[in-house]
Nanobody, 119 residues
């Protein structure tokens, strides 16, 4: 099972930006659908964005226009640039790989990184 490591979470004021990173040391994930989920307290897990083969992307409506997913295959790393953050974006953000967009599921997961947006 691929081990994924997230970084870049933290506390930011509303309107601010954060960039999350997801690395897969020792693994090659460039041909897998990779991306990010999030889960806020008391809410269901939500698929935020994915990037797949030939850099095809998917974005959830809730964050479309405010996030950009990208990858650096040489570094085996996926990024999530989040702008114009809102308090409702507060959640634990999980990196994932082998994502099935239709079922909102994934085979490989990171441990998550907390993003807190203050008003």
């Amino acid at each position: 099972q691929a081990q994924l490591e997230e970084s870049g979470g933290g506390l930011v004021q509303a309107g601010g930006s954060l960039r999350l990173s997801c690395a897969a040391p020792g693994r090659t994930l460039s041909n897998r659908n990779r991306g990010w989920f999030r889960q806020a307290p008391g809410k269901e897990r939500e698929l935020v964005a994915t990037i797949g083969w030939r850099d095809t992307t998917y974005y959830a409506d809730s964050m479309k226009g405010r996030v950009t997913i990208s990858s650096d295959n040489a570094k085996n790393t996926v990024y999530l640039q989040m702008n114009s953050l809102k308090p409702e974006d507060t959640a634990v953000y999980y990196c994932a790989a082998d994502i099935q967009v239709a079922t909102k599921s994934a085979k490989h997961w990171g441990r998550g990184t907390q993003v807190t947006v203050s008003s």
